[in-house]
């Protein structure tokens, strides 16, 4: 990962071929002590993991999707207890140009990712909602 442009609060980060998105993202965002932002991204991936959360099951069905274009990346940073937490959506197309999306859970980068984050002042803090077994502001 690289650090391309810091200015104020916006970040323009590159996430290199081999690295884990989410992963990367946590560790700056830890480093940085960043407790609310968003970011958006473009890229390619060898690998991602994406899902629809079931409100009946309180269950993510999970897809696992090889080789494509991250035509859209969007998300939040907040924070779950003590850790950073983030909430990100996608959309990817393969070799076909059909668009796939949903809850992203992990993106194995094939080329690069180019993600810019917002960074907000305060915290977004996140609880457990029992009801939809989903981690909701607070």
């Known amino acids: 990962m690289k650090i391309v ?38 890229g390619a991936a060898s690998r991602i993991v994406i899902s629809y959360y079931n409100l009946e099951t309180n269950t993510y069905q999970k897809s696992e999707v090889i080789d494509v274009e991250i035509v859209s990346l969007n998300g939040n940073i907040g924070i779950l207890g003590d850790e950073p937490a983030l909430h990100a959506h996608g959309v990817f197309s393969g070799s076909d140009m059909v668009a796939r999306g949903g809850h992203v859970h992990e993106i194995t980068i094939s080329g690069t990712c180019e993600l810019r984050i917002d960074i907000l002042s305060g915290e977004l803090r996140r609880s457990r909602d029992e009801n939809t077994g989903l981690n909701l502001f607070i």
């Open 5 to 42: 442009l810091h200015e104020g609060n916006n970040i323009i980060l590159r996430i290199d071929r081999g690295e884990e998105v989410f992963e990367r993202l946590i560790s700056y965002i830890r480093e940085s002590g960043i407790t609310a932002g968003t970011f958006s991204g473009i």
